[in-house]
């Protein structure tokens, strides 16, 4: 079979990507190994959400994606706290940059899911199935699935995460390096109803974060040396209960343990974003410590930029692989995700060190950031996607 373009990876960035460009006009494939499971309303929430920004918001809406998303569940948030010390909060509130909410967080399941009802036609999906073998030649570019089929396309996405199968096919190489810290995530009962707060406190051990999610649950984020939380992932609610209530600020209230998972910290670039036929977007392009919410919102910018170079190409005829428009892609999409991992390794760095001069610093840099209108606006729009 033969495509405009091909994508790998039906996940939040893939499915995005393929129905931007079927909406553009374009016949696309997308392979994905794994049909993401069915909506229920009486199901309880994934353990793996996402803070998703304004700019995501509005690209989803664009796509049709979101108004499925609101026919699920989803939580916006207004306000969003920052602090080391309870005296020094840096607070953050839609209003100040004219927005009824900051983002909200969503289950990463439903985000595709949502993605999926809106591309459901439009494209020739290939689910359950996966790549086993990529030729390129001058003209286009062709995969063989292992249901045997091979199709083809003038361009392949590779969107199949971070330990993309396609990006290795390509040969495109990556640098990187793991963090000491890990972390525990933690869907929990709040004593509060559904709140519009997100807030992460830092300590020199690493970040404690708070989701809101729907009703009566949140989704808690605990940074911590790797080791300390594998152990932690291998208890039982009820022995993680009192450690938690220990480790986060009292603002949280008396929660109940629910469900609990762990993740190592990762970050990675790829040394190229395209090759020959084959370009990256998401975590098959980069991974970064999600400790300011950012990784998917990426993507969602890698996606947008390189589908609207891709609808101007098709629409003027042009080769949608042509090395000045791939090369445009990469040198501002690098640029971008280079900013924000410098900003995570700040934050990362500098919170977790113990030296006495660094923590002062610290303390006097967040009580200039709490009282700056200027700087917290700039950091608020940055954060949201806005600047
Ligand atoms: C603990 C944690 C918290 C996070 N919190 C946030 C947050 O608050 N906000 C935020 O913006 N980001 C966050 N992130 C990052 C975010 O989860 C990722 O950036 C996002 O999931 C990447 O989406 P993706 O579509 O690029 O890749 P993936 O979600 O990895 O999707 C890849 C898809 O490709 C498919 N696939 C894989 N291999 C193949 C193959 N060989 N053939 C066919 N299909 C294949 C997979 O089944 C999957 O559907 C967080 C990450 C972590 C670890």
């Known amino acids: 079979m033969k495509y405009d373009v091909i994508v790998v ?35 309880e929430p994934d353990l793996r959400v996402s803070s998703i920004n304004l700019a995501s918001e509005t690209w989803l809406r664009q796509l049709g994606a979101w108004q499925h998303l609101q026919q699920m569940r989803l939580c916006p948030y207004q306000r969003l706290h920052a602090f080391e010390l309870a005296s020094h909060v840096v607070a953050f509130n839609a209003k100040e940059i004219n927005h009824s909410h900051l983002g909200h967080i969503v ?27 990529l030729q390129q030649s001058a003209e286009q570019a062709s995969v063989t ?38 972390c525990l995530i933690a869907r929990v009962r709040t004593p509060y109803p559904q709140q519009d707060i997100t807030w992460q406190q830092f300590t020199e051990q690493g970040p404690r974060a708070f989701l809101p999610l729907p009703d009566h649950q949140a989704s808690l984020v605990w940074y911590d040396n790797a080791a300390k939380v594998k152990q932690l992932a291998a208890l039982t609610p009820a022995q993680l209960q009192p450690l938690l209530l220990e480790a986060f600020p009292a603002q949280l209230g008396q929660v109940e343990v629910l469900e609990t998972g ?8 790829v ?38 170079l891709l609808t101007t190409a098709f629409n003027q005829q042009q080769d949608l692989a042509a090395e000045s428009l791939l090369a445009n892609y990469q040198r501002k999409r690098r640029l971008a995700n280079n900013i924000m ?35 917290k606006s700039f950091v608020a729009k940055y954060a949201v996607g806005l600047s």
């Open 9 to 43: 990876g039906g996940g939040m960035v893939g499915a995005a990507t393929a129905l931007a460009l079927a909406d553009a006009g374009m016949q696309v494939a997308l392979v994905e190994q794994r049909q993401p499971m069915p909506y229920d309303n009486a199901s």
């Open 107 to 133: 289950e990463n399941r439903l985000l595709q899911l949502a993605l999926w009802q809106q591309l459901d036609g439009k494209l020739s999906l290939y689910c359950p199935a996966y790549v086993t073998a």
């Open 145 to 182: 699935l292992n249901t045997g089929e091979i199709l083809e396309a003038k361009l392949l996405v590779a969107a199949d995460g971070a330990k993309s199968q396609l990006r290795q096919f390509a040969g495109i190489g990556t640098h990187g390096w793991q963090y000491r810290q890990a």
């Open 262 to 269: 762990w993740f190592p910290l990762a970050k990675m670039q």
């Open 271 to 308: 040394n190229q974003y395209y090759q020959n036929r084959v370009v990256v977007v998401g975590d098959a392009a980069h991974t970064i410590n999600p400790l300011a919410g950012q990784g998917v919102n990426l993507g969602f910018a890698d996606a947008k930029l390189l589908t609207d």
């Open 341 to 375: 991992m410098a900003a995570m390794d700040t934050f990362y760095v500098g919170f977790s060190q113990q030296m006495p001069l660094l923590r002062k610093l610290r303390h006097l840099g967040m009580a200039v950031a709490s009282k700056s209108g200027k700087l």
